[in-house]
């Protein structure tokens, strides 16, 4: 069976996916819409990219990237632990 690469390497690669997969619920639980790292209350813009946003439309933009997060991040941490374990019981 070839090699699944550096067990490190596949740590640290598990270790980024799981905390992509921690900050999209962290985002989805906050209850704050953000623009820039900054709260926004009601009447304010945000402004990104040459597009001008309520916060409504922006909590919007931030729900769709945390799932895009949750995802992503989800699917890496199993699929970074099941070939770390695959790996391990190979040896």
Known sequence: MRSTGSPVKLVLAGLVCF???????????????????ETMRPGDTCESRG??????????????????????????????GAVALAGRRVR
């Open 51 to 80: 597009v001008t946003r309520s916060p409504d439309a922006q909590q919007s933009e931030n729900n769709g990237l945390a799932w895009i997060m949750i995802v992503v991040g989800g699917l890496g941490t199993l699929g970074f």
């Open 19 to 37: 905390a992509m997969l921690v900050l999209g619920i962290m985002s989805l639980s906050s209850g704050t819409v953000s623009c820039g790292g």
